[in-house]
């Protein structure tokens, strides 16, 4: 039975790998502190490095096919040897209870001595091919682990950043339309395009210097480096830049106050 | 006009050239202040017995002083000093006895002897000078006339009968009256000598720069010691500010900044806006030198809140440097203005308002001012002695021009506002250059040798001047100019070879589809020539900061590798143009930057550009001057701050002019401007600031010759070096042959295909007459200076027998506009000018085909730019 369970894992692993790489499926045991160390340890500036996102894709691919080629060989010796032992030993086999450590050395000795068609060093290439599987199962193993816990980390990020984006950009979005409320609709309307710049940027690995405090502050994370410049109505009109400008107007002429924390590039509006 | 001309040294600190009319009209400036020393006579008209009387009179000669008899008399407060030939008595023997001695040697047919004979024997020595000395009378309260007559010249002198003390006196104007008296006709000028008891003072220098101006002051205590202060600085921006805050201009609780002050220093920022559509009641535009309601159309203070924006929004437009576009107004086609008459709008272009602005800017200047001093000095009364600081580029015409404004502005003044305090004025214009060197002797342990060449080159953000001075024989302080020029071409030429390095690089790195000089023009010139001021100030900043860390070629690779992988976020400059956020994230990536090099020459172009301009106009000269003897180079001006200029310059000026290396002097910039522009009140230094230096003949080859050389004259069309291009100029006059024209040195028969280099401006004779000759005579030429511009006089045997005068040539074409579009740089940038976007020999980096690894090729609209805002 062990031996089957073995076997379903050797074969399976890579394509367990390569389904948790693609699906994203939200893992809702991963928590605050695997997202936070992950931002904080990867890239200049703290955040995510995206590019190691498309790296670990492109090794999730090529370990797809090792595993693919290691898993069927595997399966196939095993399969071959498992019918050889049923044929011979059919009516043993449910009494022996031989630890796992000695299982394979314990067959070899039989099939070297029942059957004369399997030469001793065929036996001992198997053993080798039985050992260099083993190490790739460990590595596979590895892999899976890995895989599965950037996984957590992206469907975790995923996961904080849309929940927030639902509740601090979409639904005050629906609320504004409903309530008709201008001053609302623009500010989330410049809020939304804010973030969704940011994000855009930091999913094709492009982000500018601002987009990752923008993204921290969206999720409530701790802004480290915020060098975004403030603008508020202390701020003299030379000193806006105009493409700054005209979102401070289009602010202003609905009376609003700004947009908090959203940074628009590289400027925050508040307190307007 | 018929008249003579005549140096004359005006309390010994100012050489001029008097011109003796017939009608005796006073031309040009005319009244002159004499500050009364406590305890010493003093000059107040002197005439060298070594100076040459000229002729503008056909059919006369020029007179020797040496040959002159001078009488004086005073009445009515106007001392008449008459000049006559005197009529020799031993002269007339010795003629007597000439003809007997030359039949004599007819015989003997000696031609060693017979030579001297032909060229009569030096006058000057068969004169015994009666010397004279007489008392002409009282002056004023305080102080007599009198009149001497000696060897060494002629002069008007006062002292004191009584001590000077606070008591003002009674009278103070002095009129003096030089009469020539040649042929049986009378030709005269005369001048106003106003004698200012010394608390009755004020020395005003204004240095009016292109990036700031500034201005000293000079008084003597009015206590009982009467002792001439220290000049001080003023601070010319509080001024400017209090004179708008009490005429209302300003609100007079407003605290603001204003972008026109430099902090920490006495300087104002010249920083002006004029109004596009001009209110005010103009009777005749032409003739009204100054803009009408100052408050509404020009802007001399910009607050820092919201001046700017607010000023575009009203259509106000910034001048370019002032100086700069002297010549060069077309520039500004782009901006018109509009004057408000009856309704109609009437059209008036940058060159008609220019003057205009610069006069009412200079009247804001001098009013702030004097509001101040009269309100602190409440009942005093002023003899005023103004002198500008001007740039070489200004010629005579431009001088003159200045001068006479300066003297309107002071006569308005004189007559409104301060009637009874202004009591008179008197206006000089030095030379910047001139003024530095002035500073630089008035230094302490600094040695300055007698009867040598000096050479100052004073390299600012807009232009390079530079002069050559000659210390007197006698005196170091009787300063002669040699030569004064002037270029486009200097700090601001080197930032923008900076910035042309940048968009080479960003052209060279980008990888992108799109079009990089399209990117070029519309997210980064469009922004800096936009009014988008915050990003402009922000990117000039970071280019500015570049430049201070500017590493030589050597550095070249280890800069280049800094700029190949400087980043803002995700972003480098290979992204810029496809993910970049246009001037933002090109403003972010410099500022991550340390160090600028020079990866494609510019830099090196504009530094070759400043020194062999410099060096190649210097060099006219020291060829050409016989007695060329340079003693030293000063170099001055904030340029100099940037080393490669300095090594550059320093490294031609030793192999082309043989200049020792030691002898170059390199001036802390900002010291020296406070320097300069006290010196200017160094009373013991004589210049003659009028003159623009020596004229050079230009010979050029004969038409049919000048064909074929004029073919190479035409812009490249490879563009490689713009600068490449404007040396071309230079070589047009490198294939001339040059000639000194001073001293009868001119070369009369090559006139007709001659030009003249005078100053910075070329001329050629205006007429045909002088080119017309009677076949067989020698004919003898010379320019001379006057105050209406400079003359050729053509001599047949000592007399004058026609006088042509000089037009400047019009030699503003585009290859000019190469040197001043980067001069005015960054307050003026035209695409048609950034040789980085119209060279075709830039490397571009192949974009790299598609990535189908790259996960961001899963979107459809990959090759388009994420949002920008």
Known sequence: ?272 | MKFYSIPVIINDRREILLELTESSVTTGNSSYIVEVPSLTSFNLLSILRSSVIKTFVEGSRDLNMAQMDAACSYQNNVVTLRLYERQPEKPKEQKAAEPEKQKEKLSYEDLEDFLPELAPATPENKFTLHEQQEILGNANSHLNLSFESKAMGVYIKSRQIKAIDQQLFDRNKVSLKVVLEVNGENYSNTLDIYLAHPSQFLGIALDFGSESSQMAVKRYSNDFNLLEKKPEIENLFRNIVSFHKSNGWVSQNEIVDFYQEEKNTNFYKSLFFLKEQLSGEYEDIDKEVFIKNIADNLKMLVNTKDGFNTLTEQKFHQLPNLKIIHKHEDLLNGISFEIEKDGYGIPIKMSEIKQKVYNTILKVMITSFLKKEFIRYNNATRFIRLMLLVPNIYDTNDINYIQHQLGNIFRELSESEYQGKILAWEVLTISESDASFIGYINKSNIHVEKDRDYIIIDSGKGTTDFSIIRTGKDSIFDLKPIYRNGFSGAGNMITYALFETLLHYIRETAETKQSSIKFIKDRIVGILTSDDLERKNNFYTELERLKFNYKGINMNDQVRSTWDYAKSGDITFKDLIEYGDGINTLISLLSGIENAADFYHYVDDACNFIAESTVSYLKLIKENKKDFNCAGVILTGRSFMFKPLVDKLKDKLTKDLGVDGSKINLLNSNELKDICIKGVFNNSIRLNAEMTGYPIQLIFADEATQEETKEPKKPLINRKSLFARIFNDLNNFEQAEKVLAFDTNLKFDKLQNSQFLIGSKTYRISGNEIFQKTPGTKYEANVEFTHKGYFVRRMHDGVIDSIAPMRAIDDTDSSDMSLVVPSLFPNYIDEKYLNSLLRDDIKITTVAPPDNNNVSDATPNQSQNPLYF
């Open chain 1, 1 to 272: 039975m062990k031996r089957i369970i073995f076997i379903l894992i050797l074969g399976l692993t890579p394509w367990i790998g390569f389904s948790q790489d693609t699906t994203h499926q939200p893992d809702t045991n991963s928590g605050d502190t695997v997202q936070q160390d992950i931002v904080n340890d990867h890239g200049e500036a703290g955040g995510i490095d995206a590019n190691e996102i498309a790296n670990n894709n492109k090794d999730a691919i090529s370990g797809l096919w090792t595993g693919l080629i290691g898993g069927t060989i595997g399966a196939v010796l095993m399969l071959g040897i498992t019918s050889y032992f049923n044929s011979r030993k059919k009516k043993t086999q449910e009494e022996q209870r031989i630890p796992d450590s000695k299982l394979f050395i314990d067959e070899s000795v039989e099939v070297k001595s029942g059957n004369k068609e399997i030469s001793a060093a065929d036996v001992k290439k198997l053993k080798a091919e039985i050992k260099d599987l083993k190490l790739k199962l460990e590595e596979a193993k590895n892999e899976t682990t890995a895989y599965k816990k950037n996984l957590d980390v992206y469907t975790d990020f995923d996961q904080k950043y849309y929940n927030e984006a639902f509740r601090k950009l979409i639904s005050p979005m629906n609320d504004a339309m409903e309530k008709g409320s201008r001053k609302e609709i623009i500010e989330t309307l410049l809020k939304i395009m804010s973030h969704f710049s940011s994000l855009t940027r930091y999913k094709i690995a492009k982000k500018q210097a601002y987009d990752e405090p923008n993204m921290q502050y969206l999720m409530n994370q701790r802004m480290k480096n915020d060098a975004a410049v403030e603008i508020d109505s202390n701020t003299p009109v030379d000193k806006i830049p105009k493409n700054i400008k005209v979102l401070v107007d289009l602010l202003s002429e609905q009376s609003s106050t700004g947009l908090d924390e959203s940074i628009i590039s590289g400027y925050k509006i508040k307190n307007l």
